[in-house]
């Protein structure tokens, strides 16, 4: 009885090791030249590997289909993903926001840590093996490569979303699915730029303790925290975790609460204690304690005050116009970038067509999908990898409990 696992990524070698220490016979197919290609390149070469905090916070990072997740991250848990690493010799720190990265600072130390676990629990790599075509056939499943054709009894389709196509995802997980009858919800760039007009100027200036809101008819969902102008819209931190929950809705426009510690009151306060201060300058050079240089111009044009005026000659109702533009700097909004763009892919494989227990087709019997080829998502933070280990888990060991 023999597994086979398409994909080398976090989700791939989790089911890979799993599934062989669990007895099987494991054979893992990765079409690159190398394994976790894109591991490699998240955390900025750091790999956030996953988030030090409990289940049910973890959950509420998941953007879609959290509740589709909750089995497989109470039976692996970030706690559980921490002690699998360290226990193969791996050390790790935890920093800011509970973020877990390894105390190297090396995503490829992460990469060869899973590599060792996989081979050492006696399952087979093939790197440099592109699958072109899966069927299914007298009780097995056939896998073409370009080294002839390998059959199995069950296998993990673990090979990654539509993201970063240049680390090798390229959407082959969505097409078997499809094959197999599976639904594939549309896909969407998932912690991505956002973009937005007059922006341009802004280029490079990054602020902290924002809060950056999308505004669809009416409504606001907000992310607090850090963010970065780009020559065409936002990024940083707080930029892709709101994309993550605008990728299907959009935006009508975006604002920035660029103080938003501070209740109106107690900014309007503070902007007269600073204009009695400045009482015979221009408002251009009036609030140079209040923001950063290059922000000052953008604001003032959205109050629209004279930016010559003094700041003495400023009457109630302009300093109220002036409040709105601190708290509600607004932006046109224009789009998400483009999905290949994305840390992650949004959508995929539809969950409901599998079974969260095992993360088997209940179109097909032998067939498992885990990890970013699934219709799932999470926040920054160390989520989206664990998310891959957990489903990893969960398919691993169902495929070589049903396979032995």
Do not use: W
């Not at 080398?8 to 893992?28: H, Q």
């Not at 049910?56 to 039976?75: P, T």
């Not at 809060?211 to 992310?223: D, P, Q, R, Y």
């Not at 938003?260 to 015979?280: C, G, H, T, W």
Request: net charge positive.
């Amino acid at each position: 009885m023999k597994v086979i696992v398409i994909g080398g990524g976090a989700a791939g070698m989790t089911a890979a090791y799993f599934a062989a220490t669990d007895g099987a016979d494991v054979l893992l197919l990765e079409k690159n030249e190398k394994l976790g290609k894109k591991m490699y390149i998240s955390g900025k070469g750091r790999c956030n590997l996953t988030n030090n905090c409990t289940p049910q916070e973890f959950l509420d990072n998941v953007v879609s289909n959290a509740k589709f997740l909750r089995g497989a991250i109470h039976r692996f848990s970030p706690q559980d993903a921490m002690r699998f690493f360290e226990e193969h010799s791996l050390p790790l720190k935890t920093e800011r926001g509970n973020r877990v990265i390894p105390k190297s600072d090396k995503s490829s130390d992460v990469i060869r840590t899973l590599e060792r676990a996989v081979r050492g629990a006696g399952a087979e790599i093939r790197l440099d093996c592109n699958v072109t075509d899966v069927t299914f056939c007298d009780g097995f499943f056939h896998v073409e490569t370009p080294f002839g054709s390998l059959s199995c009894d069950r296998l993990i389709v673990a090979c990654g979303g539509y993201s970063y196509r240049s680390t090798g995802s390229d959407g082959f997980g969505y097409r078997v699915a499809e094959k197999f009858r599976h639904n594939v919800v549309p896909l969407a760039p998932a912690l991505c730029r956002i973009l937005c007009k007059g922006t341009q100027s802004l280029q490079g200036l990054s602020l902290k303790n924002v809060t950056l809101s999308a505004v669809k008819g009416g409504k606001a969902v907000s992310e607090f925290g850090e963010m970065l102008f780009t020559d065409d819209g936002v990024s940083g931190p707080a930029a892709l975790s709101l994309s993550s929950k605008i990728n299907r809705t959009g935006a009508d426009f975006l604002t920035v609460d660029l103080k938003p510690a501070l209740s109106a009151e107690v900014l309007d306060a503070r902007i007269l204690r600073d204009f009695k201060q400045r009482m015979n300058k221009n408002l251009i050079n009036a609030l140079d304690a209040l923001l950063p240089e290059r922000l000052i111009a953008q604001v003032v044009k959205q109050s629209g005050i004279p930016p010559y005026k003094k700041v003495n000659q400023i009457t109630a109702e302009e300093r109220g116009r002036l409040l709105a533009a601190l708290k509600g700097l607004r932006f046109d909004y224009v789009g998400l970038d483009d999905v290949n763009c994305g840390i992650v892919t949004a959508g995929g494989v539809d969950v409901g067509q599998i079974e969260p227990s095992t993360m088997q087709s209940k179109l097909q019997k032998g067939l498992y999908f885990a990890g970013e080829v699934l219709d799932v998502d999470a926040l920054t933070g160390g989520f989206n990898l664990q998310t891959a280990f957990a489903c990893g888990y969960v398919a691993g060991r169902a495929a070589a409990k049903e396979s032995v």
